[in-house]
């Protein structure tokens, strides 16, 4: 459906660089990074509300670089939704159709077609001022929905709201956009976000497309420094690796760290948090890789529980209550731990 080839734009003092994506027909994409990675700037790049300074983008194999905005038949819901506050929801809803000179009987149809998708049938006779920030969101997306477009761009769509509301939109995005078929590129900087809703995401930082995948994929296999950092893999470690016979021996201060790696030199060694199995003061599954530490801290966090631990260097594992009861894990204690060598990744940036 859309194809970004060798892109580059520049907002301000801002610049993308080197842009180069490939996004699938009726694909949910999420683009993640930080404030200021550039995400917005490449949405607009695709919409034709921002000038390219090289490259191309390609819409179901047409080259609409030069396109108008209107003419591109992409749907855009903006940070801040730019729902007119002079117009109740149905006229909000039915604008864009109106200037296009649509026939009425086709407004109608497409209208009420939508509003039951979107569930929103009792807002229509509303002032835009009356609305709840989900009930915006969804009148905001009718509204980019309405002209059918082949591609809908979502701007932190979620970004204002609570997160009991963003966790039930979430799960209406995602139903709304396998209901119409339509693909879906949504930009965003909360990972958990991004995994609610995703089919694949792409992760930008400065203006450059770092890692492009599934979200399980890349949080297994981060391309970067960065990458493993935003995802926030915690266990990153600065040492030096040495080679034998396929293994790689990181010396991170006075400990040994083993991963199947071949690489070596200066490097940071990427362990998950619940890539790291606690052994108690048993035998450690991976007996290359087994430490032993002081547990510094124990909090609960939504789903898991969090365990700092010292074992000369800080590590961070994830558990559960019923593991911490059963091994007895308490702040104070010490306990074993063990992380298998293909659980440890060596990047070199």
Do not use: W
Not at 318 to 327: G, P, T, W
């Amino acid at each position: 459906m859309i194809r970004i080839e060798n892109l580059y734009a520049e907002a301000g003092e801002f610049k993308l660089i080197n842009i180069n994506l490939t996004i699938k027909k009726g694909e949910y994409f999420v683009l993640l990074g930080p404030t200021g990675a550039g995400k917005t700037v490449l949405i607009e790049c695709i919409a034709g509300l921002q000038e390219s300074k090289k490259g191309r983008v390609i819409l179901e194999g047409t080259d609409v670089t030069d396109f108008l905005p209107e003419k591109r038949r992409v749907g855009f819901l903006p940070q801040d939704y730019s729902l007119f506050p002079h117009m109740n929801v149905r006229q909000n809803i039915e604008f864009a159709l109106k200037i296009s000179r649509i026939p009425a009987e086709e407004i109608k149809r497409r209208v009420d077609s939508l509003i039951e998708l979107l569930q929103i049938v009792p807002l229509m006779d509303r002032d835009i001022f009356t609305l709840s920030g989900g009930e915006k969101q969804r009148i905001a997306l009718a509204r980019a929905l309405v002209m059918r477009p082949q591609v809908v761009l979502l701007d932190e769509p979620l970004s204002a709201l609570d997160e009991g509301l963003r966790s039930f939109l979430c799960k209406e995005l995602k139903r709304i956009q396998k209901e119409t078929g339509s693909t879906f590129i949504h930009i965003s900087h909360n990972f958990e976000e991004a995994i609610d809703v995703a089919d694949d995401i792409g992760i930008i930082h400065e203006g450059k497309i770092m890692q492009v995948g599934k979200m399980f994929d890349i949080m297994q296999n981060p391309a970067n420094l960065f990458v493993a950092k935003f995802l926030m893999m915690e266990n990153i470690f600065e040492g030096k690796a040495f080679n034998k016979n396929g293994l790689a021996r990181v010396q991170v201060g006075n400990l040994n760290l083993y991963s199947a790696s071949k690489k070596e030199g200066e490097v940071s060694a990427v362990i998950r948090p619940d890539n790291i199995i606690i052994s108690g003061n048993g035998k450690g599954h991976f007996p290359e890789n087994t430490l032993t530490g002081k547990v510094t801290n124990i909090s609960e966090r939504i789903g898991f529980i969090k365990i700092n631990v010292d074992a000369g260097i800080p590590f961070v594992i994830y558990s559960n209550k019923r593991e911490l009861q059963e091994k007895e894990i308490k702040e104070g204690r010490e306990i074993r731990f063990s992380f298998d060598p293909s659980n440890i990744h060596i990047l070199k940036d």
